[in-house]
């Protein structure tokens, strides 16, 4: 039986009682250097602000003899030269209970919605490795999103890892907001990262509503904020998924965006010294970046379903951001700014994006009904140009003349309101009605019976 005082006990018992201590010998506007203290790479210090009475947290990024370079979370106003450095002994960790449901935590897993502290006496590292992949359950089970363009045409498995690449303006918060409010996952736990500030309470208030935000973690760190907060949060939003998962629950994450956390780690690789390699990118970019993704997923007792948005620049899918996480995950959702011109809204590429898992979590019969429609709209973007112009004469090709009058049906299919709630059952439902294939009800199922067991090779 555990005593009221073993909290405390162990707390002591945790305690190193000898303080290491330096002192700050320079300001280089995101970085501090200092002479001291005895540390290691990814080690909490606190810089003691002597006009303000007061010190920040900082993180130790780099390591040159006796010179520590520390990037704080905070503001670099009122540090001076001679402020006393002292090591912590511990890497950045986040209080981590039932009780994060319904909040809003900031980089380091502390409340900035004004509700309280969070009372906790477990922590996970927001630095941790990826599972051992031996110990990974399959995926087996579909995830219902809401989103009928997806649970589809691109349908996700439960542990899955899913890119949404789109340049800005095109909906990708929109429709990772309708994925929060209709998925079927036990947790949502959604990173904004580098987001602007005025986008933070509209997310909250009217794209996940109170009833999302009941399930759902968000963590948050704007744009204004010290690249090392806005590389943090990432991580911190990854351990919270980590922490459902080992108790059993099937999350969803939602990290908007990787492309910031990606420039956050650029302006701290550039400042320690590193040399840019692809365009300005220092190579510690691309190791971390699988790093990060690659602790999602399943493990022995829960799983992950993660949707990364991916910023792309000047909407080049081969910009070397957008081509490592990629390369990285489970699939893609592209989403198309000609689409979203003409009010095609969620404006997803279905030509351009993939599932790799679908065949392995939908039903046969779903599947022939999913390659129908491909083929429709295959045929039908083979001679879209020729059709918009009026050139092309009903009658030269069967296959074309059945596309050119399925395309109406298909644009109604892959259109959907933000608001709209679909189930699973709506979606294949409809589907069964656009290609007039039966689709037994037994492929409505979590799991549906006789899935194609084809591996990811072929499914790409």
Known sequence: MKSFFDKYIQAVEETDTIKYTGAVSAVKGLMIESNGPRCVIGEI?????????????AEVVGLEGNIVRLMVFGETKGIEVGSTVTASGAVLEVPVSEKLLGRVVDATGTPIDGKGDIASDAYYPALAPAPNPLERKPIKKRLATGVRAIDSLLTVGKGQRIGI????????????????????????VIGLIGERGREVPEFIEHDLGKEGLKRSVVVVSTSDQPSIARLRAAY?????????RDQGKDVVLMMDSVTRFAHAQREIGLATGEPPAQRGYPPSVFDMIPRLL?????????????????LVDGDDMNEPIADKVRGTLDGHIVLSRALADRQH????????????LNKRVSGPETMKAVTK??????????????????VYQKGNSPEIDEAIDKHPAIEEFLCQDPGEHLTIDDTLNKLS???????PKEEYSESPANAHPTFDILAK
């Open 165 to 188: 690449f789109a340049g800005s303006g095109v909906g990708k918060s929109t429709l990772l907001s309708v994925i929060a409010q209709n998925s079927v996952a036990d947790v949502n």
């Open 345 to 356: 809204y969620p404006a997803i590429d279905v030509a351009k994006s993939i599932s790799r």
């Open 236 to 244: 911190v939003c990854t351990a919270i998924a980590e922490f459902f």
């Open 45 to 57: 210090c606190r810089i003691e602000v002597p006009s303000e009475k007061s010190s920040v947290m």
């Open 373 to 390: 429609v491909k083929k429709w709209m295959a045929d039908y973007a083979s001679q879209e140009d020729m059709i918009l112009a009026g």
């Open 433 to 439: 009605e656009l290609t007039g294939i039966n689709i």
């Open 294 to 310: 690659e602790r999602t997923g399943t493990n022995a007792k829960g799983s992950i379903t993660a949707f990364y948005t991916v």
